[in-house]
């Protein structure tokens, strides 16, 4: 029995090993090293969800802060515009969730961001929600942090030794007509766009940061048409188009394929949908394939093997670290670093 058993074990540790051959020679590492070089962007890219916000309130200051002096190679925002045309970063359509709007404009909670001005917004605590779904994590100064506008997080991504890229992802564009042209407009205004970045001297620009090589923007969406609108308003820049199990049930893998090839944007699945047969085929076809969102180094590691060549996370330090990478800094020393 001890003999059967033990033939048993090697068969399926036979059959295990050839999987991951087989899956490894799918999406071979050269391949995709040469499809990120190709748009200047790194292979196994640390993208910081929303900042660092497994650790602080998404989408502010501190959250991409923290993110940034670890060490990330991109900040990712959620873009949005408000009723008097300034581009900011939130995710949900609505602020109830993540400030105390129902406190401060009592009835307007269900509102859409875009019913409100800059001013408006600047008035809520967009912190305080966190401390009290985290206790474990929260800080007496993510009190009364403010909703942050884009040239909010351009100047922060700027601002350290370590200069990260930027990878922002336009939120409902269909409610904002114009939105991608404005958020092109923008990014060329404060010297983003340039494909002759200003580089450190030469060894030193990985160092420095994505943000000093031409890469350091990406501009992603769910929604092919503003896929579409990027390709031709900024064809230089790298783009992806996002997708999950509900875009496969609507669309259809192949046609999501076949609209990523022809707007040459690379594909980002959600974790479930990142199969490496999936990724095979859009490596084929030179397409870079960044994946959502991972916070769990056993889960870099399986789909990084299944193909996938950068991970949005909420946990830059945890990636980092699953890449190899040092973080640049302790989360409590950074954190104090900036008053938090």
Same mark, same amino acid.
């Given at each position: 029995?001890?003999?059967?058993? %033990?033939?048993? /074990?090697?068969?399926?540790?036979?059959?295990?090993?050839?999987?991951?051959?087989?899956?490894?020679?799918?999406?071979?590492?050269?391949?995709?090293?040469?499809?990120?070089?190709?748009?200047?962007?790194?292979?196994?890219? !640390?993208?910081?969800?929303?900042?660092?916000?497994?650790?602080?309130?998404? &989408?502010? &200051?501190?959250?991409?802060?923290?993110?940034?002096?670890?060490?990330?190679?991109?900040?990712?925002?959620? /873009?949005?515009?408000?009723?008097?045309?300034?581009?900011?970063?939130?995710?949900?359509?609505?602020?109830?969730?993540?400030?105390?709007?129902?406190?401060?404009?009592?009835?307007? &909670?269900?509102?859409?961001?875009?019913?409100?001005?800059?001013?408006?917004?600047?008035?809520?605590?967009?912190?305080?929600?966190?401390?009290?779904?985290?206790?474990?994590?929260?800080?007496?100064?993510?009190?009364?942090?403010?909703?942050?506008?884009?040239?909010?997080?351009?100047?922060?991504?700027?601002?350290?030794?370590?200069? @990260?890229?930027?990878?922002?992802? /336009?939120?409902?564009?269909?409610?904002?007509?114009?939105?991608?042209?404005?958020?092109?407009?923008?990014?060329?205004?404060?010297?983003?766009?340039?494909?002759?970045?200003?580089?450190?001297?030469?060894?030193?620009?990985?160092?420095?940061?994505?943000?000093?090589?031409?890469?350091?923007?990406?501009?992603?969406?769910?929604?092919?048409?503003?896929?579409?609108?990027?390709?031709?308003?900024? @064809?230089?820049?790298?783009?992806?188009?996002?997708?999950?199990?509900? &875009?496969?049930?609507?669309?259809?893998?192949?046609?999501?394929?076949?609209?990523?090839?022809?707007?040459?944007?690379?594909?980002?699945?959600?974790?479930?949908?990142?199969?490496?047969?999936?990724?095979?085929?859009?490596? %084929?076809?030179?397409?870079?394939?960044?994946?959502?969102?991972?916070?769990?180094?056993?889960? !870099?590691?399986?789909?990084?093997?299944?193909?996938?060549?950068?991970?949005?996370?909420?946990?830059?330090?945890?990636?980092?670290?699953?890449?190899?990478?040092?973080?640049?800094?302790?989360?409590?020393?950074?954190?104090?670093?900036?008053?938090?």
């Amino acid at each position: 029995m001890a003999k059967r058993i %033990s033939i048993i /074990i090697a068969i399926l540790i036979v059959v295990l090993l050839g999987t991951i051959a087989g899956i490894s020679l799918l999406n071979p590492q050269n391949k995709r090293e040469a499809i990120c070089r190709r748009w200047d962007i790194p292979y196994k890219a !640390v993208i910081a969800h929303r900042g660092a916000s497994f650790y602080a309130p998404e &989408e502010t &200051e501190p959250a991409y802060l923290l993110a940034r002096d670890l060490g990330a190679d991109y900040l990712e925002a959620d /873009i949005q515009r408000t009723k008097d045309g300034v581009l900011i970063a939130l995710h949900d359509d609505t602020l109830e969730r993540t400030t105390n709007v129902k406190t401060i404009f009592p009835g307007r &909670e269900k509102e859409y961001v875009e019913r409100f001005t800059l001013a408006e917004l600047r008035k809520l605590d967009a912190g305080s929600w966190f401390n009290a779904a985290f206790p474990e994590r929260a800080r007496k100064g993510y009190e009364k942090l403010k909703i942050l506008t884009l040239e909010d997080i351009l100047h922060i991504a700027k601002g350290g030794t370590h200069k @990260p890229g930027i990878y922002l992802e /336009i939120k409902s564009p269909k409610r904002f007509p114009g939105i991608a042209a404005q958020l092109v407009e923008t990014l060329t205004r404060h010297g983003w766009l340039s494909r002759n970045a200003a580089m450190s001297p030469q060894g030193q620009a990985e160092q420095a940061g994505v943000g000093q090589s031409s890469g350091r923007v990406i501009l992603q969406s769910f929604d092919p048409e503003c896929v579409a609108d990027f390709a031709r308003l900024a @064809p230089q820049v790298p783009r992806l188009y996002l997708y999950d199990k509900d &875009e496969i049930k609507e669309r259809g893998w192949d046609r999501i394929l076949a609209t990523a090839i022809g707007f040459n944007a690379g594909l980002g699945p959600s974790g479930y949908v990142a199969t490496p047969w999936k990724n095979s085929k859009g490596h %084929s076809a030179g397409l870079f394939i960044h994946v959502y969102t991972i916070n769990k180094s056993w889960q !870099v590691h399986l789909l990084t093997l299944f193909g996938a060549d950068g991970f949005f996370t909420d946990r830059a330090d945890m990636l980092l670290e699953s890449y190899g990478r040092k973080p640049l800094g302790s989360i409590d020393e950074i954190l104090k670093k900036h008053g938090y």
